[in-house]
């Protein structure tokens, strides 16, 4: 079974499935839900499609991305959090950078409440 927001292709289907897992995974782990999931997990957060995607959680396994814990739960191996992690962080990006007229993580601002006053100032034109 094939749906509309898959890639028709083989390779891109199992590419988007690959990614899929490893960011949704990820994040699991990182918001403190634990580190195992199951196809009941996967449908909480996929919307459904869980039937689909455990057809993908063994070939991750097999490829180094995924663990098998046993009762039809999965957790991330190193492999698959560094990948999951990176797949992530360029997701958000963009939800993450300093908008229009905010500094970066790097402005010389950051190092002192004073001077965090006066970049604010100066930005504001005041």
Not at 26 to 35: D, L, Q, T
Request: glycine fraction near 10%.
């Amino acid at each position: 079974m094939t749906l509309p927001s898959q890639p028709k292709s083989d390779v891109l289907r199992r590419m988007y499935w690959r990614d899929e897992l490893l960011q949704l995974l990820f994040w699991v782990e990182g918001e403190g839900f634990g580190s195992n999931v199951d196809a009941e997990t996967i449908d909480r957060f996929l919307g459904g499609e869980s039937e689909i995607a455990l057809l993908h959680l063994e070939r991750l396994v097999a490829e180094g991305y995924l663990l098998a814990v046993g009762s039809g739960a999965y957790r991330l191996a190193e492999r698959g959090r560094l990948e999951g992690r990176r797949l992530f962080a360029e997701e958000f990006a963009s939800l993450s950078r300093p908008t229009h007229g905010e500094c970066g993580s790097d402005c010389w601002c950051r190092q002192a409440p004073e001077e965090a006053l006066t970049c604010l100032a100066t930005r504001s034109g005041s």
